[in-house]
């Protein structure tokens, strides 16, 4: 099969000759239609050493058809030829058939669910990493109300900052919020407010100066809001959440995507960072080290993901939609893109076959 391979850091190329995935007892394998690119993907292949090891898929969002089901998936939760859309971990140091950027690739049937009718293949791309970091972050880590269908109408409470709004993740995040009958405080540029508002967002707030930005989201919380996901965690998203969060030692809450250089800046703020890795419940190596396996993160997972079945038919995932050509040779222009920050408001998404 044709797959996208990282050789060295930064050094992508198309495998015209990719073996296709060998079926794991959990796992699902599945002909791939569309993928989906995140951050993700371009920081780990600039991390990728070889050192006697051999190229590996790159990619973690895919949607398309199964194939094969592993002998240990749940007796009629998947059958053959059902629409998924999953979560890959891409460049899995030891497994260099892991990715999602292929003819085929592989789903853990915990982090998989099926595509409703009215979700195209290209919509249902952009799921995998959505779902599996915002149900880490909001649910799992800040333990938000629980997400329903049932929930739009509801009074709203309590009032939640999601920074970097205009992501990817920050838009999955928004939609998630408001199904918890959250108020839903975002950071964006003016030019995104708007997108921002219609997806759910009550509020929106420029970040373009931190000083004022904190300032105007705490006095709006009148110095109240005790929870903050930081969808960025690079530059003053930190400093900016940690001035925004209540300054009632103890009662605030932080979670980021990326580790924290550094001391956070307040001590007094309970604050952490997830790791989609974690979710699939097995040990991995991260930047060179063994992480252990965490089998409460798959049991979580596999809650919210069955969860998400239903509330994903109620999100908007058109207008995170940004189609691209090329197939798979598309990909690697599509990850320079955005490494270099040109990708904003929703997520390059490409036809495989």
């Avoid at 239903?310 to 222009?333: C, F, M, P, S, Y």
């Amino acid at each position: 099969m044709r797959a996208v391979k990282v050789s060295a850091a930064n050094q992508l190329t198309v495998d015209s000759s990719a073996p296709i995935p060998t079926l794991q007892p959990e796992y699902l394998l599945v002909r791939v239609s569309h993928v989906s690119l995140n951050p993700t993907d371009w920081k780990a292949a600039s991390r990728f050493n070889p050192d006697d090891i051999p190229p590996h898929t790159v990619g973690c969002d895919a949607s398309g058809q199964v194939v094969e089901i592993g002998d240990q998936v749940p007796p009629g939760r998947f059958r053959i030829g059902d629409r998924v859309a999953g979560l890959c971990y891409g460049i899995r140091l030891g497994h260099p058939a892991s990715g999602a950027f292929g003819e085929y690739c592989l789903f853990k049937a915990g982090l998989t669910i099926h595509v409703p009718d009215r979700i195209s293949d290209a919509e249902a791309a952009t799921l995998g990493v959505g779902i599996n970091i915002v149900g880490q972050a909001l649910y799992q880590t800040l333990r938000l109300p629980w997400p329903s269908v049932h929930n739009s109408n509801s009074t709203l409470s309590p009032t939640v900052l999601i920074y970097g709004g205009s992501t990817a993740t920050g838009l999955f995040a928004i939609q998630y919020a408001r199904l918890s009958c959250c108020h839903v405080l975002t950071t964006c540029s003016p030019r995104n407010a708007a997108k921002c508002k219609t997806l759910g967002a009550h509020e929106t707030f420029d970040y373009g100066d931190p000083v004022v930005c904190a300032t105007a989201i705490r006095k709006a919380t009148g110095n109240e809001l005790l929870y903050a996901f930081d969808c960025i965690s690079e530059g003053s998203s930190r400093q900016i959440c940690a001035d925004a969060l209540t300054s009632r030692s103890g009662a605030a809450h932080y979670v980021g995507v990326l580790p924290v250089a550094g001391p956070f800046p307040r001590n007094d703020v309970i604050h952490g960072w997830r790791s989609g890795y974690t979710a699939f419940g097995e040990a991995y190596n991260f930047a060179g080290k063994m992480q252990e396996a965490r089998p409460d993160d798959y049991a979580f997972a596999r809650e919210f993901w069955a969860a998400s079945n239903e509330l994903v038919t109620l999100l908007n995932l058109e207008a995170l939609v940004q189609k691209r050509d090329g197939g798979l040779d598309g990909i690697i222009r599509g990850l320079e893109e955005l490494r270099g920050g040109h990708v904003r408001g929703g997520k390059l998404v490409y036809r495989v076959q």
